[in-house]
């Protein structure tokens, strides 16, 4: 089987230590300029307060630091090494020029608390961010405090919570289809509300028969994602939108899955009255291992009054301001102005672009995914068969009957030289196999992931337990995940003690 | 457009491939009137030199020149250049979340570092691998404690930071939660009398911070007391965790969270920064975030995965224990970088010099004419000192002089007036300190010539 890998070969990888174990007494990887001021002895100077020892802190030399996470750095797959099929994550190119305009001067050391006639240049970025943001929504006003997607979530629905709390009731429940991210039935528990699953028909897409059945006066809103999960676009989302609202209730869209819309259709038309956006998805900041993210939230005029304070407005003059009188607003939803280096990597995305691009970019990102799911469909279970967006959605029932499932095709991808897909979701498809190429594979690489995925499929039939022992090529074979939880060590202790 | 990697051929080639006769038939799903028909109104296409010349612009409309004595939850410290050498590899930057433990042993090893750093320097048994930043770890701080007593009744010391409060509040105003908040006493510290006060059978928490937004230590002994009596849970807050390299953790505490910024993270006008939340062992099933453990792989070699995941959203749904997805991975391994570089003697170096510098600001400014430092309870790299005369024109004399002199306190604190926070760091100089000191000095002087004037005339 090997002779069909051809997207990667085994390499050498350094074994490393944990830091704690490369520590030698005396040892330090930072010096510092002689203190310009008389000395004062902490013991004398705090007193009861004072710490003699940080028992197992590291000693380490600067080269020691190096090689330690650089060789750690090595043990890792990246967007920069290859194609990134996760679906629902969006793991598309990281420009290295936004990495270097969010460190200049200003943008990566001003003060959250500087003055804000001399902040002028971070408070302009975010704007700038603003106004980019609301002209690819359609939205009408936004806040980009919200750290990230769950955290977008969580604020809509506070906002929802907040205008329907000033219409006399803010109601009990809110409906969440059955093929949501876990993070939107969570935001809901979290926002004071329950969720109330909403089952999908037989297209994948919202059932509009029981949405009219479920939507009731006790019900606040819908949380819809669009396209959903499956990668389809709810083409009755208008009508949705009627429902909730003709029953007073409001409509939140998670926009994680908007890098098939943007410069294509704009979600302020959808008739939705809130949505997020994930930054760290569409905009192309940087994942960084699973964080920072930014999940910047965008209402209709109606939800207005009620975002976190300080919004952050330009003036007539063209100076902008932070406003923090809002006496409707649900309040603060993160420390300062949320992920502020998030949007100034988002706005250079955005401006290297154009709108002509940014279109670019949405058709090839939906090219992409339908020119896979056609390059496979043969070989996987396409349960539901839908014309696809930016991600298309298989079903590992063909090569279950061989005892291979989705986890075992994803890890034998890793084999071929790939990230794998996102396994088992939505939870609504049986085994999912979700991939979402993004517009950063090109064509050779799509055929290499494609090849790579026919391959496992005739794998999977000729020698199953190749494919569910895999991976075969790195450098920890499968993790003893559930020893792991059982008794769980979470931190370094020396062997001693 | 240069980041993308088809061109029109391969384009065509793939319309083809799968029998369309051009991409838009893709879109049309979309009903037709929901379809953009014009081009967004955006700026761009930029180049690379156009894009680095508009940011340029941001920069110069910023306080790039100045001396900065702001502090408050964000902390200008030197950062070792070896951190972006580090960071910036695309194996760490452009990775994953790493569910596919397999090919992600890196990230996961530096978390499971991350966790053990800041386990042993909060002197917790264990500690997450990192949370969206200071403020919303202390609001998940809050939601654990009140899972574990199943109690909902919230204490908060007013010298918490007041944003930390904002954010607690927008939490919990739904979950019919009562928070109070207790009072501090002269010495800038929480009024012990207020918080015993404050304390009863129905409370879940009390959050005390320290070195508190004053920037007064706390005496945790004293305040775990009064809080366990009651069978709550201490939640402590460190916005500056330097300070842990020379002041004695609260190892009385059930919870210790905050904020990791400080390590070498760059402030950056707010954000992204690293929240952190530490604990004991009985409480880790309660924890939010994620956690990595050590394991074995199938051969017996030592590995890490992500553990514990049933707490989390993507297995319990409605039912997690924080709605918490992202993390802030990237932040926490520039903090883990930091740690290490510094190291057990370089961290405690550095704390000295903070120490230092801030006695010393302390100690001149305490000295100007008309000036007072309020808060006798001992500090870190920050302190109050109450300006001699109106203190939007003494911090305006200083940025005259290219100086953000600190943080008026009368917009979080209206008692607090003319009260000025300043915090100092390695990365302010003798020279600009000995400059501050003479524009306080300076703007004493017809302050207190008309405080005696007016003396003379009575």
């Known amino acids: 089987m090997v002779d069909r890998i051809k997207n990667a070969t085994p390499h050498m990888t350094r074994n490393e230590d944990l830091i704690f174990e490369r520590s030698t007494p005396g040892k330090t990887g930072a010096e510092l300029p002689p203190l310009d001021v008389p000395a004062r002895p902490p013991e004398r100077t705090l007193g009861d307060f004072y710490r003699s020892d940080i028992e197992g802190f590291p000693e380490i030399s600067e080269l020691d630091v190096m090689r330690h996470f650089t060789r750690l750095s ?45 902040s002028q240049g971070c408070l302009k ?4 961010t603003q106004r980019a943001l609301l002209e690819i929504t359609g939205m009408d006003a936004i806040s980009l405090q919200p750290a990230a997607g769950a955290q977008g979530e969580l604020t809509g629905l506070l906002l929802i919570r907040a205008c329907l709390r000033e219409r006399g009731d803010a109601r009990r429940y809110i409906l969440v289809p059955d093929s949501a991210h876990g993070t939107n039935p969570a935001s809901v528990t979290i926002s004071g509300y329950e969720a109330l699953p909403l089952k999908s028909d037989s297209r994948g897409c919202v059932d509009l028969a029981e949405l009219e059945r479920l939507m009731t006066g006790e019900v606040a809103g819908l949380m819809l994602t669009n396209p959903n999960t499956l990668g389809i676009f709810e083409q009755d989302i208008e009508r949705v939108c009627d429902i909730v609202h003709a029953k007073g209730g409001l409509v939140y869209m998670d926009g994680a899955n908007m890098n098939a819309l943007v410069g294509v259709a704009r979600p302020g038309r959808f008739g939705v009255d809130v949505m997020h956006l994930n930054l760290h998805k569409t905009f192309s900041t940087p994942h960084g291992g699973g964080g920072p993210g930014s999940g910047p939230v965008a209402v209709k005029r109606l939800l207005e009054p009620y975002l976190p304070t300080p919004t952050v407005e330009e003036q007539p003059d063209g100076s902008v301001r932070l406003n923090y009188d809002r006496p409707r607003s649900v309040g603060r939803v993160r420390a300062f102005y949320g992920n502020f280096g998030m949007a100034v990597r988002a706005l250079a995305y955005i401006l290297a672009y154009g709108p002509a691009g940014l279109r670019q970019a949405t058709e090839d990102a939906v090219l992409n995914a339908n020119y896979v799911k056609e390059r496979i469909r043969d070989c996987y279970d396409l349960p539901y068969d839908a014309p696809s967006m930016h991600e298309c959605v298989f079903s590992d029932r063909r090569q279950e009957t061989r005892g291979v499932r989705t986890g075992d095709i994803a890890k034998r991808l890793i084999d071929y030289g790939f990230h794998p897909y996102t396994t088992s979701f939505p939870l609504i498809v049986h085994g999912a196999l979700m991939i979402e190429p993004t517009e950063s594979a090109g064509k050779p690489e799509l055929d290499a992931l494609i090849d790579a995925l026919r391959s496992i499929a005739q794998e999977a039939e000729e020698d199953p337990a190749l494919v569910q022992k895999a991976p075969h090529t790195t450098r920890v074979s499968r993790l003893d995940e559930v020893g792991a939880a059982r008794k769980p060590i979470l931190r370094w202790k020396p062997a001693s003690g | 457009m240069r980041y993308l990697p088809n061109s029109d051929s391969d384009r065509a080639a793939m319309i083809e491939a799968i029998g369309k006769k051009s991409v838009d038939e893709l879109f049309d799903q ?38 900065s004595l702001l502090g408050a939850g964000a902390y200008a410290h030197y950062r070792p250049v070896v951190i972006d050498a580090l960071i910036l590899r695309g194996e760490f930057l452009t990775s994953y979340t790493p569910y596919q433990a397999e090919i992600s042993q890196g990230n996961l090893q530096a978390m499971f570092e991350f966790q053990t750093l800041i386990a042993q320097l909060t002197g917790m048994d264990v500690a997450n691998s990192s949370l969206y930043d200071g403020s919303t770890a202390t609001n998940e701080a809050v939601l654990m404690a009140m899972r574990l007593t199943h109690r909902d009744r919230v204490v908060v010391a007013r010298t918490v930071h007041p944003e930390y409060r904002q954010v607690i509040a927008t939490y919990v105003q739904h979950q019919g939660v009562e928070v109070v908040e207790t009072p501090y006493a002269p010495s800038g510290q929480i009024d012990l009398a207020a918080l015993e006060a404050a304390v009863d059978d129905q409370t879940a928490t009390v959050v005390v911070q320290s070195p ?8 945790w002994a004293a305040v775990a007391e009064a809080v366990h009596k009651c069978g709550a849970l201490l939640v402590s807050v460190i916005t500056e965790p330097l300070s842990l390299a020379l002041v004695r953790p609260p190892i009385e505490a059930d919870i210790i969270c905050g904020e990791a910024q400080s390590f070498g993270v760059p402030v950056a006008f707010g954000g992204p920064y690293v929240g952190f939340l530490a604990t004991r062992e009985r409480f880790i099933r309660q924890m939010p975030g994620r956690l990595v453990g050590e394991t074995k792989d199938s051969q017996g070699r030592r590995g890490y995965c992500l553990t514990l995941a049933t707490r989390e959203q993507h297995i319990r749904r409605e039912k997690a224990t924080s709605n918490i997805c992202t993390s802030q991975s990237l932040m926490a391994l520039n903090a883990t970088i930091y740690m290490c570089l510094l190291g057990k003697s370089g961290i405690r170096a550095l704390a000295e010099q903070n120490l230092a510098k801030a006695c010393y600001a302390a100690d001149e400014l305490g000295k100007v004419p008309g000036a007072a430092i309020p808060f006798r309870a001992p500090h870190f790299n920050e302190f109050v000192v109450k300006a001699p005369g109106d203190c ?9 002089e290219k100086i953000i002199g600190g943080l008026p306190l009368e917009r979080f604190y209206p008692e607090l007036k ?13 020279r600009a300190l000995d400059r501050t000191i003479e524009v306080w000095h300076r703007f004493s002087r017809p302050v207190t010539e008309k405080v005696a004037d007016a003396a003379a005339v009575g």
């Open chain 2, 418 to 430: 003319d009260h000025i926070l300043v915090c100092v760091t390695e990365m302010v100089s003798r």
């Open chain 2, 392 to 400: 939007g024109e003494l911090l305006a004399a200083l940025r005259e």
């Open chain 2, 212 to 219: 508190n937004f004053f920037g007064a230590l706390e005496n």
């Open chain 1, 74 to 118: 090595t043990w890792n797959y990246s967007i920069d090494a290859g194609v990134y099929p996760l679906g629902s994550c969006t793991m598309k190119y990281n420009p290295r020029l936004n990495e270097t305009v969010a460190r200049f001067a200003g943008l990566g050391t001003d003060h959250p608390y500087t003055p804000e006639h001399l």
């Open chain 1, 125 to 128: 970025v975010l704007a700038d």
């Open chain 2, 30 to 67: 979309i009903p037709a009137d929901l379809r953009l028909r014009d081009r967004l109104n955006l700026p761009g296409p930029l180049s690379e030199p156009e894009l680095l010349e508009f940011f340029e612009q941001a920069s110069r409309e910023s306080a790039r020149d100045y001396v």
